[in-house]
Each structure stands twice: as structure tokens, then as C-alpha cells.
């Protein structure tokens, strides 16, 4: 591989994981009640808001799939773009890679369910299109290394 192309590679990983990073603190939704009550909710925030709500499977659920399973995603793209070789090829990291855009799904299906109720209304941010974005990457690139 030349020089230039595993600068690009590099490159366009961490921007795709600064991405990540970002659009999982920073607010996806805002979701305006009946009552005229706006709330601003990331990814992380909404993990916690539903465990709150005693909905323990939907928050484990959008833990799993939103935010450990991509680091762990890009802990094993980060080890071979950069050329690392601290892991090996893993039919575990092939599973999980099948499974990555259950957590885009999982959202979307979230904000479906709050659009259907009459008593919301949802905004959604650009910060969901960069989650997606960085999702969509992670595809790329693991499609690049197999």
C-alpha cells in the first residue's frame, strides 16, 4: 500500500471515530411534549433516562448496540489501520460487524415510536446523521480490512 493511501485511511478513521465520540454526548432529539416541556437527549443520556423509566432491556439494549459495541468496533479497526497487531482477525469482531446498524435501528425506531404518539413532537438533530455517518463508516472500513 502507498504511503498516501494509509495517510488517508488514518485519517479518515479518526475522523470517523471523533464523529462518533460527538454524536453520541452531544443531543440526537428534541422532543416537545403536549405540556410545552422541550428536552434536548444524546445517546448516552437516553440510556440513562430509560433505565430510569425501569425500561432496563431498551436502555441495555441501546447501550450495547450505540456505544460498546462500536468502541469495540473501532479498537479493532484503529488496531489494523494503524497497524498495530495487538489483535488478531476474530470471528467475534465478523459477528459484531454483521450487527452494526442494529444501533441505528434501534434509535430510529425509538424516535418512530414518540412520532406516533400524539402527545410529542420530535426534532431531530444533525448529530443523528453524524452517528449514522460514523456507523456507516465503521461498515467501510471493515469491509477495507476483511
Known sequence: MS???KITQRLLLSISF???CISIYLPIIK???VFIISKDISILQSVFILFDASLYFL???ILIFSTIFPILKYIYLFNFIFEINYFRKSKLMNIISNWSMTDVFVISLIISIYKVS????IEVYNMFYLFILSILSQLVFFKMIK
Open 3 to 5: 504511503l498516501i493511501y
Open 18 to 20: 471523533i464523529f462518533f
Open 31 to 33: 422532543i416537545k411534549t
Open 59 to 61: 436502555s441495555i439494549l
Open 118 to 121: 400524539l402527545l410529542s413532537d
